[in-house]
């Protein structure tokens, strides 16, 4: 069992950025890959970066923009997600997810943390 605690939410004004952890109680850490999701009021869950046990990640919000970027530190079991040039649409609860390399789906996942972004 894996537990993962996020932190870093909160409000911020568009444009700004923020950085969201994730802690990890597993370990060895490096045995997961890790994700962000993020849920807007009246949207389904979707899935923002993930990033395997030696730094191969994948940006799926905006990816194009440079905007959002994904890291871990496998010493520290702890993943982050940076976020800036925040918009509104950011604005959601971000989830930090974890899988076993060879599984399907993720299937830990922390309580989540709210992300606002107001004008």
């Known amino acids: 069992q894996v537990q993962l605690i996020e932190t870093g939410g909160g409000l911020v004004q568009a444009g700004g950025s923020l950085r969201l952890s994730c802690a990890a109680s597993k370990r060895p850490f490096n045995d997961y890959i890790m994700g962000w999701f993020r849920q807007a009021p009246g949207k389904e869950r979707e899935i923002v970066a993930s990033?395997?046990?030696?730094?191969?990640?994948?940006i799926n919000v905006d990816p194009a923009e440079g905007r959002i970027g994904i890291s871990r530190d496998n010493a520290k079991s702890t993943v982050y997600l940076q976020m800036n040039s925040l918009k509104l649409e950011d604005t959601g609860v971000y989830y930090c997810?974890?899988?076993?390399?060879?599984?399907?789906?993720?299937?830990?996942w922390g309580q989540g943390t709210q992300v606002t972004v107001s004008t």
């Open positions: 990033i395997t046990w030696n730094d191969d990640s994948t």
């Open positions: 997810a974890a899988r076993v390399p060879w599984g399907s789906r993720f299937e830990y």
